[in-house]
């Protein structure tokens, strides 16, 4: 079955190092994205990407980095200078032209600081 | 940013009853999605709205594109313990640009 999947489901890291999570599709999607979901509050998106080798800052970007060698793949380093690392991280995909039929989600990864 | 409105910010009702909750928009949209997400889990899609005046049912969920482009309303019929969860609305401005989301209604249902 197609699908996209993040790993690892939980992650703990601690103060001053990176961290990688993993996101990857066989969906056959142009774009990816990635976005941060802290309680009570929406979903804020961190970096996407369109297209393979190529990729945008969303709203939070500052202590993120991505890279997008592989249609398929779409990792997100945490690094330490996200001031705030701990939260649940969702990545998704959606078709290049359909950015009009919604995103689909993975099953998110939660990142915890220790 | 644009910014998303959802109401209400959380809800508690009781097991067969049914739910309304909305989303407003200071902008105009083209589209307007709504998501559930379960503990734990990534959202998962329920239905998408193209034009404006819009009903659109998935079973027991009806969603509505609102008439001024400005709102979209989520109504569950007959809730289930299965129901509990956010629903986040989305909304996308022009096609092909980046949804935004809601701050999400979370629903809890009490047998």
């Known amino acids: 079955d197609g699908g996209i999947t993040q790993s690892p489901k939980y992650l703990f890291r601690k103060e001053g190092q990176n961290v990688t999570l993993s996101c990857e599709q066989n969906?056959?999607?142009?774009?990816m994205y990635w976005y941060r979901q802290d309680p009570g509050q929406g979903l804020r998106l961190i970096y996407y990407?369109?297209?393979?080798?190529?990729?945008q800052k969303g709203d939070i970007a500052e202590g993120y980095s991505v890279s997008r060698e592989k249609k398929e793949s779409f990792p997100l380093t945490v690094t330490s200078a996200q001031k705030n690392p701990t939260a649940f991280y969702l990545c998704?995909?959606?078709?290049?032209?359909?950015?009009?039929?919604?995103?689909?989600f993975g099953s998110g990864t939660r990142l915890t600081v220790v | 940013g644009q910014q998303l409105n959802q109401s209400p910010q959380s809800m508690f009702i009781q097991e067969g009853e049914d739910v309304s909750m909305n989303c407003t928009s200071s902008?105009?949209?083209?589209?307007w999605l709504w998501y559930k997400q379960d503990p734990g889990e990534g959202p998962v899609l329920l239905i998408a709205?193209?034009?404006?005046?819009e009903l659109t049912s998935n079973g027991r969920l009806t969603a509505q594109f609102g008439i001024t482009r400005k709102d979209s309303f989520l109504n569950i019929s007959a809730s289930i313990p299965s129901d509990v969860g956010i629903y986040f609305c989305?909304?996308?401005?022009?096609?092909?640009?980046?949804?935004?989301f809601g701050p999400g209604t979370r629903l809890s249902v009490l047998p």
């Open positions: 998704a995909s959606s078709t290049g032209q359909g950015v009009y039929y919604g995103y689909t």
């Open positions: 990407s369109q297209i393979v080798n190529d990729f």
């Open positions: 902008s105009i949209f083209n589209t």
């Open positions: 989305a909304g996308q401005e022009n096609y092909g640009q980046n949804f935004v």
């Open positions: 969906l056959n999607h142009d774009a």
């Open positions: 709205l193209y034009k404006a005046g």
